[in-house]
């Protein structure tokens, strides 16, 4: 995987959006919870299964887990979740 920003870059991206372009943080975490889900259904349809776990920590990656098992809830694929 190529690194395409740096921690703080991301933050400062992130409060750019929030803060200048006024995208609420939650929507963020939509949006990132959305397309990891549809990387998911992908990776999904390659292995043949239609099983996913999902584990989130804390913060805002926890947040992007937790929109994530929403998003492939949504598209009918079974899942577990786990919070951490």
Do not use: H, Q, W
């Amino acid at each position: 995987m190529d690194k395409v920003l740096t921690v703080s870059e991301m933050r400062e991206a992130d409060n750019y959006t929030i803060n200048v372009l006024n995208v609420p943080s939650a929507e963020l975490m939509r949006r990132a919870g959305l397309s990891i889900a549809d990387e998911a259904e992908k990776a999904s349809k390659m292995l043949n299964t239609d099983e996913i776990t999902v584990v989130c920590g804390v913060g805002n990656n926890g947040g992007d887990g937790n929109c994530f098992g929403g998003g492939v809830g949504k598209k009918g694929e079974k899942r577990g979740g786990y919070g951490l």
